[in-house]
């Protein structure tokens, strides 16, 4: 598997698709790793060369030492997009993904085409949640936060009749580094974007599940109400769309992108 290092830090990314092929790159939220875009996978690949990789202390990449704050980890994309010779890409964003997305977006816009931004939020939660889970982490491990996942991410309907897939990404949850876990808690409670979203002028696209308690759909109208130009679209799901609502996910991205 393709490893870049990062002065002694590892990120785990994967690059798929027609070298010619303008490239999409795939952010993943809390929690999960580059495979979470399974779902995405076949329809977006015959369009894009697809960038997926694991947000650091996630999957296979690590963590390394010192704090995590969200301007590193876009600091981790430029890097990677750097060492692969990217000049620039597409960018979609879940979660916490789509807060790195914006702070791209307002630091190196240079470096995207459009901008797409998934169940996320300028500031999600609040900084005394993000510690507090971060300290239950730390002490306890994965278990508590995994046990409570599934209702954040998907609707009481996906969960009954989707429940093999639904354990799938818990049981990814629950195997998922504390440490790395913890310090992305860390990131996300010092994250706020809201006074800095209005400098975008990348065409974007805002994507909210209609149940999704974490970042809601006033999250979502935020961010578009800062953002020149930028659509808006409600998908039928709750906190992870792109898995819940693949196919409806997929269209609408297909149509932003290829517009």
């Known amino acids: 598997m393709p490893y870049l290092d990062l002065d002694g830090r590892r990120l785990h990314y994967r690059l798929n ?78 979660s916490m993904g789509g807060l790195t997305g914006q702070w791209l977006a307002v630091h190196a816009q240079q470096r995207l085409h459009k901008l797409v931004l998934c169940n996320t939020a300028a500031r999600i939660g609040s900084a005394e949640g993000w510690h507090r889970r971060a300290a239950l982490v730390r002490q306890s491990g994965m278990a508590e936060v995994a046990a409570g996942a599934a209702a954040r991410w998907f609707t009481a309907d996906y969960l009954a009749t989707e ?61 578009a109400g800062r953002i020149a130009g930028a659509q808006r679209v409600d998908l039928l799901a709750s906190h992870l769309s792109s898995i819940e609502a693949a196919a409806a996910f997929n269209n609408v991205l297909l149509r932003f992108l290829n517009a």
């Not at 092929?21 to 996978?41: C, E, F, I, R, Y």
């Not at 076949?42 to 697809?50: D, E, N, P, V």
């Not at 799938?168 to 974007?193: E, F, H, P, S, V």
Request: charged share 15%.
């Open 17 to 94: 698709g027609a070298a010619g092929a303008p490239v999409l790159l795939l952010s993943n939220s809390l929690g999960t790793t580059l495979d979470m875009w399974q779902p995405q996978l076949a329809a977006l690949g015959q369009h894009f060369r697809l960038l997926r990789y694991d947000t650091r202390g996630h999957g296979g990449s690590t963590l390394g030492s010192g704090p995590c704050n969200i301007p590193q980890l876009g600091g981790d994309v430029l890097a990677l997009l750097d060492a692969l010779d990217i000049e620039r890409v597409h960018f979609c964003g879940i």
């Open 163 to 223: 429940a093999t897939a639904v354990a799938g990404l818990i049981r990814q949850l629950a195997d998922c580094d504390a440490a790395g876990y913890a310090a992305c808690c860390d990131a996300l409670a010092t994250a706020d974007l809201r006074d800095t979203i209005a400098g975008i002028t990348l065409p974007t696209l805002v994507i909210a599940g209609l149940q999704d308690p974490v970042t809601t759909p006033a999250d979502a109208d935020f961010i």
